[in-house]
């Protein structure tokens, strides 16, 4: 198993930045892929952005150029640095970790970005 415990802020202007992190603990070496995504009521959970275990990073389009993924291996920790927010921006923000046979979820924090 592994579990992910998510931090940082929630609040943002838009034009401004927020910065989210998520640390995994558990059976980490299982993991092969870690990611960000997103959910508003009534919709779908979407992907905002992942990483796999080479390093490999891929963004929706509404947020490419603005929000960066990034991992810290020594501490099992992946980050969301998220710039130039838009109100849109505005939901309930989860980091995931898959690999074979697993996928586990973070507590996931509401994230609202005001006009």
């Known amino acids: 198993q592994v579990q992910l415990v998510e931090a940082g802020g929630g609040l943002g202007q838009a034009g401004g930045a927020l910065r989210r992190s998520c640390a995994a603990s558990g059976s980490i070496f299982s993991i092969k892929v870690r990611g960000w995504y997103r959910q508003v009521p009534g919709k779908q959970r979407e992907l905002v952005a992942t990483?796999?275990?080479?390093?490999?990073?891929n963004y929706a389009d509404s947020v490419k150029g603005r929000f960066t993924i990034s991992r810290d291996n020594a501490k099992n920790t992946v980050y969301l640095q998220m710039n130039s927010l838009k109100p849109e921006d505005t939901a309930v923000y989860y980091c995931?970790?898959?690999?074979?046979?697993?996928?586990?979820w973070g507590q996931g924090t509401q994230v609202t970005v005001s006009s």
């Open positions: 995931g970790a898959f690999g074979v046979l697993m996928n586990s």
């Open positions: 990483v796999t275990s080479g390093g490999r990073t």
